[in-house]
């Protein structure tokens, strides 16, 4: 597609349950991120790909946050046994290769309630 | 102390006024600086990247002052349309981008 696409839109889940947040980049785009948003907050960074490895993982909150690629495309973010304050929006965005001087480009976000 | 700082405002002016903002980053060894924008309950889109010499887009200008670590964003004429948060994004020269928490302009009738 023409920007990054990501589903669902919004998700309302109950705690304890896990949830998995989809992510379809930019065609051609090498690295892709997530980065977390609560209300009234700046982005947290959560997890970067190159390709379909993630060298940096240092900002998933806990082990119940993991993140794969496949095909060098679409990813998934999978959150288990959520939490009330893992409630946020959670974004993805994409980047060309040798990003540091190439904007991100960002997904419309998925809205995460959990109640 | 955070690596990229913005006042969070809000900045409430008036139509056709000129504001700006400042951005300050503790990375150094910083690459590229970018400005994106946010309506509310929307993702951040790009409005420009910031160059070392400086560069302008209309009604909005970025500047990049390296000796002191901050980037600023001018906007002349300030339009309805402008209200928004404007975040502040640096790129150490690897991957990651860090993000300000943004500053909220209110642009007023």
């Known amino acids: 597609g023409a920007g990054v696409s990501q589903s669902p839109s919004n998700k309302v889940t109950e705690k304890g349950k896990d949830v998995e947040l989809r992510c379809d980049p930019i065609s051609g785009h090498t690295a892709l991120y997530w980065y977390r948003q609560s209300l009234g907050q700046g982005l947290e960074f959560l997890i970067y790909?190159?390709?379909?490895?993630?060298?940096?993982k240092s900002g998933l909150p806990s082990d119940r946050f993991s993140a794969e690629r496949t095909g060098g495309s679409v990813s998934t973010l999978t959150i288990q046994r959520t939490q009330q304050e893992d409630s946020a929006v959670y974004l993805c965005?994409?980047?060309?290769?040798?990003?540091?001087?190439?904007?991100?480009?960002f997904g419309q976000g998925t809205r995460l309630t959990v109640v | 102390r955070k690596e990229v700082e913005q006042d969070p405002g809000p900045f409430n002016v008036p139509e056709g006024a000129t504001v700006a903002f400042n951005c300050t980053y503790s990375n150094s060894a910083s690459q590229s600086f970018f400005w994106y924008r946010q309506d509310c309950r929307k993702e951040p889109k790009l409005l420009m990247s910031?160059?070392?010499s400086g560069n302008e887009d209309g009604r909005f200008t970025a500047q990049l002052n390296r000796a002191s670590q901050y980037i600023s964003l001018l906007i002349r004429d300030s339009k309805l349309s402008d209200s928004a948060t404007y975040l502040c994004?640096?790129?150490?020269?690897?991957?990651?981008?860090?993000f300000g928490t943004g500053t909220r302009l209110k642009v007023l009738a």
């Open positions: 965005a994409s980047s060309q290769a040798g990003a540091q001087y190439y904007e991100a480009f």
């Open positions: 790909f190159q390709g379909n490895s993630a060298p940096d």
């Open positions: 910031v160059y070392s």
């Open positions: 994004v640096v790129n150490s020269g690897t991957y990651k981008y860090i």
